[in-house]
Each structure stands twice: as C-alpha cells, then as structure tokens.
C-alpha cells in the first residue's frame, strides 16, 4: 500500500497525504477494507480517475494481483471490480 503512495506522488503527481495517515494510523489491509467499502469513492480515487491512473487505486492493486484477493471478501472484491467498471478501467488480469 505504501508502494502505491509513492508510485501516486511520482507517477501522477498526487501527493495522498489522507491515505499516507489511514496506512499509518490503520495499515494496509484495514485502509484498503475501509477504502473498498465506502459507498462512495474517496477523494483520493477520484483525483486519480481525473489524471487517468486507476492503476493506482486501492481497488485495482487489489483486483489486479491475486495473491491479495484471499484477504477480502467476495463482496468487497465486487465492489472493488464495480467500482473500477463503474468508472471505465479495465483489468489487465481479469
């Protein structure tokens, strides 16, 4: 997760700081839990919708690679999937 942070900041420009303090405060599998069963997306996903990298979500780190898929649940990785639909992303692993 805090792979992602850094990649965000370097990569497109997004300095996530509200996410840097959920990992540090929660760590990684709580924050992606929290983050994956908003009902909404949070500020942070959509920042990045808007600068095109989605690849850079939460949602899609999780769907994305499989070994993290036996931590959650079957509906929060529905969700992550719908969320990422919903907004136009397509999985490379899928």
């Known amino acids: 997760m ?9 990569e497109a420009k ?3 700081t509200i996410f840097l303090q959920m990992l540090t405060d929660n760590g990684g599998l709580a924050t992606a839990k929290t983050l994956i069963n ?3 997306p949070s500020n942070g996903y959509t920042a990045l919708y ?5 690849d850079l979500t939460v949602e899609a780190v999780v769907i994305e690679n499989r070994r993290w898929h036996a931590l959650f649940t079957a509906d929060e990785l ?7 639909n919903d907004y136009g992303y397509e999985s490379r692993r899928e």
């Open 2 to 10: 805090f792979e992602i942070y850094r990649r965000a900041k370097a």
């Open 14 to 16: 997004y300095n996530a």
């Open 38 to 40: 908003a009902t909404k």
């Open 50 to 54: 808007e600068r095109n990298r989605l």
């Open 78 to 84: 529905s969700k992550a999937r719908k969320r990422l």
